[in-house]
């Protein structure tokens, strides 16, 4: 197959345009469909349903059937095939509806997307990017609605990417198609109907780097993902109090930027780590283990985690906020860390992850 370029033509568009991140994504796939012919996007109501979140809608009526691929209910296979045809030379775009249930094509991420090149001796390269729905806060239960991205972290041979931000969901395709390992990308269920602006100067976004979202110099809350917006509206509450926050967007969780983050809290001497996975073996115990194996002498208090019950997800709303982590609980944890007095009754939110 070759590389086709389809140059940007028509009239004039303006500088900031309004958007959602649905529609970011959208415009990520419909511009690597259009530049490079080898891509093709393939999984379950993609097509004629336009995805079960919306996110391919009308992308069968523009590309056709052959590049818009519904799939069987069946993971394994069709993540299977992905992978074939990445090793043919093709760039398959494979969307997996959740994160729960691409538990059923672990066999092939693992065994197959992640090792294949190191097996061979780097003659076998599995360029291939793996979109999922992951995240809880919509009210889908146990089995639509839990945050294993850390578990996909762990794996090496993978890239594994979360877009927090409509520019990164908007501009992480690109560098993620280009990566000639595997590529995950773990798309929060409850960012899709988020909006803002989206400039038209901004560009592929570097996909090696966690990015500073908020500046501060009392303690660095580091998360990603669904929990960003979160981690904003903490930061937010803090400033109200005299309490400074830094906020660090990880967005890739697989290989983590040691560097950003270790900066982050050489500045502050605290930190709090986000992370909407359970607390045990998560994310957030990865990212504290390294601080304190890193920047052990830079930090002036024990690093806080805000994690998510150790519970399957409830069905019930008050159940769900309950079990997952909210602003309230991140600014006791850094009230906690910076040593301000913590309104009675406010450690639950907190501590809700420390329970098991």
């Known amino acids: 197959m070759t590389v086709t370029h389809t140059p940007t033509a028509g009239p004039a ?5 309004k958007t959602t991140y649905r529609e970011a994504m959208r415009e990520a796939l419909r511009e690597a469909l259009r ?5 093709f996007l393939m999984g379950e109501d993609v097509g004629r349903y336009g995805g079960c979140f919306g996110v391919s809608l009308g992308l069968l009526e523009e590309f056709g059937p052959e590049r818009i691929r519904d799939a069987p209910l069946s993971e394994s296979a069709f993540v299977g095939a992905g992978i074939g045809a990445a090793m043919a030379g093709m760039r398959p ?3 997996i509806m959740t994160v729960n249930f691409s538990l059923l094509a672990l066999d092939q991420i693992l065994n197959n997307a992640a090792t294949l090149l190191h097996m061979s001796g780097g003659q076998l390269p599995v360029p291939i990017v793996i979109r999922m729905t992951t995240g809880a806060g919509r009210q889908l239960a ?18 594994v990417l979360a877009p927090a931000t409509i520019t990164d969901a ?8 280009a990566d000639p390992d595997p590529v995950l990308i773990f798309e929060h269920g409850s960012l ?6 989206l400039s038209a100067h901004s560009g592929p976004v570097d996909i090696d780097r966690a990015a500073i979202r908020r500046p501060g110099t009392d303690v660095s809350v580091i998360t990603y993902g669904g929990s960003l917006p979160k981690a904003l509206a903490a930061a937010e509450d803090l400033a109200n109090i005299g309490i400074s926050a830094e906020v660090v967007d990880l967005r890739t969780l697989r290989p983590l930027d040691d560097a950003t ?9 605290r930190a709090v780590v986000v992370d909407e996975g359970w607390r045990s073996g998560s994310l957030a115990a990865e990212i504290s283990a390294r601080l304190t194996e890193q920047h052990f002498y830079d930090l002036d208090a024990p690093i806080e985690r805000v994690c998510s019950v150790e519970v399957p997800m409830p069905y019930a709303r008050r159940l769900e906020e309950a079990a997952l982590p909210q602003p309230a609980g991140i600014v006791t944890a850094a009230r906690r860390a910076v040593g301000e007095p ?5 450690d639950e939110g907190a501590d809700a992850g420390r329970s098991s």
């Open 93 to 95: 775009i494979v969307e």
């Open 142 to 159: 146990a089995q639509h609605s839990h945050s294993l991205e850390g578990w996909y972290a762990h794996i090496p041979g993978l890239r």
């Open 342 to 346: 913590v309104p009675t009754g406010a």
């Open 13 to 17: 568009t303006p500088s900031v345009e």
């Open 35 to 39: 530049t490079d012919d080898r891509v």
């Open 170 to 177: 908007r501009h992480m395709l690109t560098p993620a198609l």
């Open 192 to 197: 899709y109907n988020v909006s803002g602006e």
């Open 261 to 269: 983050i270790g900066d982050s809290v050489a500045r502050t001497h």
